[in-house]
Structures are given as C-alpha cells and as structure tokens.
C-alpha cells in the first residue's frame, strides 16, 4: 500500500482520509505502507509543504514502514530523486516505439484544442507528431528543440476490476497519446505514478475516485513496460453540505485546522474512517487505529460520496476526549504536566466540547485571579482560609469540606459559592467550587485565598 500525497499545500481531509485507508488495510492484511512524495511538478512543489504534511501524517497516527525520513528498500521515496528510473522507462518505450518525440508547442497544443472543439471533436492532441520520421526527430533534438515524449496509447479495451466500483471498462481508442516526459525533463504524473507503483512493488492502490480517469492510462503504461499493475480500488469523494466536493470554500477543510480547532487525533481518524466506509453491523462506532484496523475492508466501503457533518466530528471528538487518558491530553494541550494540570483535564474534559474549550478554561485556571472580593467577604475569605486547610482527594471531598464551612458561617450557600469563586479564579461563572477546590489543591487555594484576603481593605481590629 502507498500513499502519494503532492507536497503543493496542505494535507486535507480528502487525502488524509486516503492515506488513513491505505494504513488499515495495510494493517488489517499484514501490508507495508509506503510514503512516497510526488513533487515532479517542479514550480508548486515546496520542501515546507511535504515537512508538514509528515508533521500531520505522524499526528493522526499513521506511521509509514518506508519513506522519505524512513528510507527501505524500494526508495528513494521521492519522484524528484528518481529520475534515472524514469528516464530509463522512457528510453525503452521509445526503443520499442510505444513513445515518440513531440515538438509541439503550447500555442500549437491550444491551437489543435480549439480548432478540434470547433469541429465538435473531443479536444485532445491528435498525434500528428507520431509520424515524425527517426531522422528528423533526431535533427531537431541536436538542434536543441525542446520536445516532449508521448506514450502511443494502445487503442484496446482497458478493464478494471475495481474493489470498490466494481467493473469498468475504458477504451484505450478514447484516449489521446498523452505526454509522459515533459520538454523539462521530468515526467508527468501518470507515467511516475504507474512506474513507481510497478517498481516498489505496490499491489493495492486505494485512492480517491477522482484518479479513476487516470487508472486506463496507468494499466497501459504498466503494461507497455511488461509489469503487471497494481489493483485499485477508487473511493467516492467527500462532499460539503451542498453536495459538491469538499474545497477551501467549506471552511476548516486541512488536517492542520482541525488540529488547531481543538479536534484530537484519535477523533478525526475516526470520523474519516466512518466517512464512506461502515464498520460490521454490531461494533462499537467509537474507536481507535487498532480497532479500526481490525474491522476496516473494502466491501463495506460505500459506492457513492460521503457528507461531512462538522457535528458528528466534533461528537466523535467529544467520545474520545472522555476515553484518552488524561496524560495523553494533557500532552496533546502542550501544557505542563503539573499536578494541577492533571487535575484540570481530568474535570474539565467531562463536558468540554473539545481541546480548545478545554485550553481555555486550564489557562484561566492557571491565571493569577485579579481580586475583585468586597470588604463584607472577609468572614468568608477568613474561615475558608481555616476550614479549607485539607488537600481534597477528590471532587466530593471538597464538596465535604465546603459543606463544614457553610454550617460555621450560617450564610447562604450562594454568597458563600460567589465570594470564594471570585477569590480563587477572579470569575463570576465557571466550574463548581468544589471542583476549583479540586483542581487547584490545598497549597494553591490557600495561596490565593491569602492574596484575597491581602487585597481586602484595611479593616480595624481583623486579621
Ligand atoms: N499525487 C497524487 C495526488 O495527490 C496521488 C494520486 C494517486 O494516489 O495516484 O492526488
């Protein structure tokens, strides 16, 4: 298995979704799962793009066993590094004239295009360069022409017997002859596609179903170079809520801003995994990797294209956030693991809606509270100082503490709640107290209680 990502922007949900079912069936069938970066198209390739798509790769979870940083033995991992292998498969396919030179120009190329529509013919390069006698070819390449090379496209019938399509057929009489080296000297998609999956020995390609135009061209050029293809299996893409594919224009569409938006790992591959494919009547939809790629095959993978549902995302985030242990969460903030942190996302991951509502309310936690206690809250600040001395346990123990103090003060409960809130987090909403209490421990309560009552003013005759 393979996943071939363009290192031309950043890793969205269409594609990561793509390497996420390349790594589960490469998991569930004891497969290896090859990173290979096709940065051929020279002027949109950029070193930062493919360092970031590694980046959200390796955060989703899905390690490579071969690739660039990685390295095995079917690399290098890079189109750009492997141009002696393409030049030697065009060099045979001229040899054995299945190419030829093409020495048209763009204008020529737009030329033929437009005259053809008008003459209602599909708008495809007519060949006219296929002819050429040897000599002449020759002749003009001394002479510095720039050409291209072109695969002489077989006129058969091409049948794919796609495992998630089913069958279909193409008629190679349908396609033009098409470049496989440009006048630059690198090769064209199709033709570094189908000759790296031959050569690092890829048998399964699964990819999205907008490349199933692509697959008839792949098959022949694999053919023509006396390898047998890979299988394929075209999965429908991802739609928005309007029903046209997923885009930039949807809103949060990369893997970076989801990340960004709060969304753990663990949440989005699930949802991806759930998008276009069902897991066997009976199991749990809430799962990890390794769950997932116990259950993941192509025969429950749907036929037609998957909505994205932002809120079952972020309901699927929310299972996970209740099931990750707290360590892991609090690795995934980038916070400190102090005791208090621990404790933070231990009590706020139960009704927070995801990572970002969570960092929120830990970093007002964590803030020095501004004072803003009244005179008359003395009493409170006092004996709370007293009372609350004890490190609480756990939530409930706090609450027992806070119990105590209320009967000592014989004051609403309320009064009692809002003073020491406004002590402890300089805040009128937020968590109970006796979480507060909790999360912040002994030490730290008393501390902040101290300032409070340091910032109180100077009354006559009090401490
Ligand atoms: N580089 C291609 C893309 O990102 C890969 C397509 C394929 O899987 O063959 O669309």
Redesign the pocket.
């Known amino acids: 298995m393979r996943f071939?990502?363009?290192p031309t922007g950043s890793l969205h949900i269409g594609?990561a979704r793509?390497a996420l079912f390349n790594w589960l069936f490469a998991r569930r069938h004891d497969g290896r799962f090859i990173l290979r970066i096709?940065d051929t198209d020279r002027e949109r390739s950029r070193p930062e793009f493919e360092a970031a798509i590694l980046e959200d790769l390796r955060w989703l979870g899905l390690r490579w066993d071969e690739g660039p940083d990685a390295g095995g033995e079917v690399g290098p991992y890079r189109q750009s590094e492997r141009l002696p292998d393409y030049r030697a498969a065009v060099d045979r396919l001229l040899q054995e004239d299945r190419a030829y030179h093409c020495f048209c120009t763009p204008e020529a190329l737009e030329a033929q295009r437009r005259d053809r529509i008008g003459r209602g013919l599909p708008p495809r390069y007519d060949g006219r360069c296929r002819p050429l006698p040897v000599e002449e070819v020759s002749r003009r390449r001394r002479a510095g022409e720039a050409g291209a090379v072109r695969f002489v496209m077989p006129p058969d019938r091409i049948q794919i017997h796609d495992l998630v399509k089913g069958d279909v057929q193409f008629l190679g009489s349908d396609l033009d002859d098409f470049v496989i080296l440009r006048a630059d000297g690198t090769p064209s998609?199709n033709f570094a596609?189908a000759v790296d999956d031959c050569r690092m020995g890829v048998t399964l390609?699964i990819?999205g179903d907008d490349?199933l135009a692509n697959t008839p061209r792949q098959m022949a050029l694999a053919r023509a170079l006396g390898w047998e293809p890979p299988r394929f299996a075209h999965v429908p893409l991802i739609h928005g809520a309007d029903g046209a594919p997923l885009s930039k224009r949807h809103g949060v569409v990369t893997i970076a801003e989801h990340r960004a938006a709060g969304i753990l790992p663990e949440g989005l591959v699930n949802y991806l995994a759930l998008l276009g494919w069902s897991p066997p009547p009976g199991t749990d939809e809430v799962m990890d990797l390794e769950a997932l790629s116990r259950h993941f095959d192509l025969d429950r993978v749907s036929r037609s294209p998957a909505k994205f549902d932002a809120d079952r995302l972020a309901w699927f985030n929310r299972q996970h956030l209740r099931r990750a242990p707290v360590e892991r969460l609090v690795e995934e903030l980038g916070v400190r693991a102090t005791p208090l942190a621990r404790r933070a996302v231990e009590v706020l991951r139960r009704d927070a809606s995801g990572m970002a509502a969570i960092r929120e309310s830990l970093s007002a936690l964590m803030e020095e509270p501004a004072s803003s206690v009244g005179g008359s809250d003395r009493a409170v600040l006092v004996a709370a100082r007293r009372a609350l001395a004890g490190e609480p346990a756990t939530e409930a123990e706090a609450g027992s503490l806070l119990d105590d103090l209320g009967r000592q003060l014989a004051l609403p409960k309320r009064a009692i709640m809002h003073t020491l809130r406004a002590a402890l987090t300089g805040r009128e909403h937020g968590l109970p107290v006796a979480s507060i209490l909790y999360v912040l421990g002994g030490e730290e309560t008393r501390r902040r209680l101290e300032r409070a009552i340091g910032a109180l003013p100077v009354a006559r005759g009090a401490s």
């Open positions: 071939a990502p363009s594609n793509t096709e998609y596609a390609v990819r490349h």
